[in-house]
């Protein structure tokens, strides 16, 4: 199987670190952190995983207008090139709202085979993570119209919200939450 850990944050640090924690968390370094503890622990397994990012490194050209927009064409070139069995999009979520909290996950709701994914994982994230949210749901995304292959989008949890940032950077959290996606995986894309 070919999984496609995909880091959506894709940019050098100072130029898009994406959302920015209660207490200065960069988004950019989490997701990154995240992926790159996903992929291995998919690889132990047997899963090819191929990632958009390994480091700090935009795929657009120069910092100008426009460059999100390069940088998310480029990785939809990456996912149509590969042709993967299905893709996973980490994110970390801010709100206004402070208290807002709790790992969700998102799906294109024309693809059935994402919602099955984003379903499962979602009821994993309930048993294992605290304040997770309720359920997994639609959402009219760029990546996740990227491919026919089941794709689903990862909200880890809110870095607004301070007790969530500071679970996020723990290292027992990151596993827990990396472990529920491998778990789902298994559980529902056949090998």
Same mark, same amino acid.
């Given at each position: 199987? &070919? =999984?496609? =850990?995909?880091?959506? /944050? /894709? !940019?050098?640090?100072?130029?898009?670190?994406?959302a920015?924690?209660?207490?200065?968390?960069?988004?950019?370094? +989490?997701? %990154?952190?995240?992926?790159?503890?996903?992929?291995?622990?998919? &690889?132990?397994?047997?899963? &090819?995983? /191929?990632? &958009?990012?390994?480091?700090?490194?935009?795929?657009?050209?120069?910092?100008?207008?426009?460059?999100?927009?390069?940088?998310?064409r480029? $990785?939809?070139?990456?996912?149509? #090139?590969? =042709?993967?069995? +299905?893709?996973?999009?980490?994110?970390?979520?801010?709100?206004s709202?402070?208290?807002?909290?709790? !790992?969700?996950?998102?799906?294109?709701?024309?693809?059935?085979?994402?919602?099955?994914?984003?379903?499962? +994982?979602?009821?994993?994230?309930?048993?294992? %993570?605290?304040? =997770? $949210?309720?359920? !997994?749901?639609?959402?009219? *995304?760029?990546? *996740?119209?990227?491919?026919?292959?089941?794709s /689903?989008?990862?909200?880890?949890?809110?870095?607004? #919200?301070?007790?969530?940032?500071? *679970?996020?950077?723990?290292?027992?959290?990151m596993?827990? *939450?990396?472990?529920?996606? +491998? @778990?789902?995986?298994? @559980?529902?894309?056949?090998?």
């Amino acid at each position: 199987m &070919t =999984a496609y =850990a995909y880091c959506p /944050i /894709i !940019a050098s640090r100072g130029i898009d670190v994406g959302a920015v924690g209660a207490n200065g968390t960069l988004e950019s370094d +989490l997701n %990154l952190k995240y992926c790159l503890t996903l992929k291995k622990m998919m &690889t132990e397994y047997g899963i &090819t995983v /191929i990632m &958009t990012r390994d480091d700090e490194n935009g795929l657009y050209s120069e910092y100008k207008n426009g460059f999100k927009m390069e940088d998310m064409r480029k $990785r939809r070139e990456i996912i149509q #090139n590969t =042709a993967p069995d +299905l893709v996973i999009s980490i994110h970390m979520n801010k709100y206004s709202a402070s208290s807002s909290r709790g !790992a969700q996950v998102f799906y294109d709701d024309e693809l059935q085979s994402g919602k099955q994914l984003a379903e499962v +994982l979602q009821k994993a994230f309930i048993n294992n %993570l605290p304040n =997770a $949210r309720k359920e !997994a749901k639609p959402a009219d *995304l760029y990546v *996740l119209k990227s491919t026919s292959a089941p794709s /689903i989008l990862v909200e880890c949890g809110f870095l607004s #919200n301070p007790e969530e940032e500071q *679970l996020l950077n723990q290292e027992s959290y990151m596993k827990s *939450l990396c472990y529920c996606i +491998l @778990a789902s995986v298994l @559980a529902v894309v056949e090998r």
